[in-house]
């Protein structure tokens, strides 16, 4: 039995933490993917995704009913024994390793094009090092009061995109399912990956006060997202011409261009600082997750020393292979196929493998 006292977490906490690992740079070129496969019609790919992303989400609470003491780990080696739950323990932390560590040079890259241009890419990851540090090195109940803070602290950014709606020609939308269904299924494939975070459900169920409310949070966790995909999705198609979206590299971002006040010369750039925040609400749970399952490897509490050495290696490797944006695309392509295997096909798999267990147990019983 894990120990969780001191650690838990709230079921506002419990949403954010999903939400925030779900909402990441993904969002800021997502208006662009959709356009580019299914025209204005591709935000009903997003409503899709939203309901596969649920289900896999309800069948991983399920799963966790069946050991709600301890991690998707801990369960592992309950079921397979403790070679099997040690070897889980690797690939999980390696799969975690590897979304944290694109995510962190990804944020680093959009703030390099962004903010400061001219700042070499490693030192902005040293940079982002320090706070990062100071924050996962805590329990997750920190961090779960992080991400609620952010919430809150830049949800106002989402009536910037009401007002950008000045600019707005809704005729763009219609006719609905102007070429048919195929277009838009098409869109489902990258739309699932864009839920991708809700996994990490596997990790927080135990530290969860209110267990019995995990299948409601992780279904408004998601439901947040996909509301939050839709509006900024739509708005962009409305502002924007069909084709002339597709020119933009992020046109989250550039629909902040629309608006003018006199006071600041380039709004988009005061509103990407803020969104920064919303980023590292993405990599932290990721890099948490990580260092977790390297300390419960070596049955250890204490994950300090796993995550110094994972920014060290951050830093480090960024240093000496510098990322460009081919390396980034195919980074994402690769981490997209794993995110299929992980995040859609695994619990699917262990919750039959689960159901199966219980059956044949019951009828050794009788």
Aim: proline letters at 4%; a positive charge; one cysteine or more.
């Amino acid at each position: 039995m894990m120990n969780v006292e001191g650690k838990q977490i709230s079921l506002v906490q419990f949403i954010l933490l999903i939400h925030g690992v779900q909402i990441g740079v993904g969002v800021l070129t997502l208006p662009r993917d959709l356009a580019e496969k299914a025209g204005t019609d591709g935000w009903i790919g997003i409503i899709i995704g939203w309901f596969i992303a649920t289900v896999t989400s309800l069948v991983i609470i399920q799963i966790m009913k069946k050991h709600p003491n301890g991690t998707i780990l801990d369960l592992l080696t309950y079921y397979f024994g403790k070679w099997v739950g040690r070897v889980g323990g690797v690939i999980l932390a390696l799969y975690f390793g590897l979304l944290a560590l694109y995510s962190f040079i990804t944020e680093a890259m959009f703030i390099q094009a962004w903010v400061l241009p001219r700042a070499s890419l490693y030192l902005l990851i040293l940079l982002l090092s320090i706070p990062s540090y100071l924050l996962v090195r805590n329990n997750i109940q920190i961090l779960g009061r992080y991400s609620v803070l952010v919430f809150f602290m830049t949800i106002w950014i989402i009536f910037i995109y009401i007002i950008s709606l000045k600019e707005a020609q809704f005729l763009n939308l219609l006719p609905v399912l102007k070429e048919g269904w195929h277009p838009v299924m098409n869109t489902v494939k990258m739309t699932i990956t864009t839920y991708v975070g809700f996994d990490i459900a596997f990790f927080l169920y135990p530290f969860l006060k209110k267990k019995e409310s995990a299948s409601l949070g992780i279904v408004i966790a998601n439901t947040i997202t996909m509301f939050a995909y839709l509006l900024i999705t739509l708005v962009a198609f409305v502002v924007f011409s069909p084709n002339e979206i597709t020119k933009f590299n992020e046109p989250a971002i550039t629909l902040f261009k629309v608006i003018e006040l006199t006071f600041i010369e380039r709004l988009e750039i005061v509103l990407f600082a803020f969104y920064i925040f919303v980023m590292s609400t993405k990599v932290l749970p990721l890099m948490f997750v990580s260092v977790f399952s390297t300390s419960w490897i070596f049955g250890k509490e204490d994950h300090t020393t796993p995550l110094f050495w994972f920014l060290v290696f951050s830093v480090v490797c960024v240093f000496l292979f510098p990322p460009s944006v081919n390396i980034d695309l195919k980074w994402r392509k690769e981490l997209h196929t794993l995110s299929y295997l992980f995040t859609y096909a695994f619990p699917i798999c262990l919750w039959g493998y689960v159901i199966i267990h219980g059956l044949f147990k019951r009828r050794s019983l009788k």
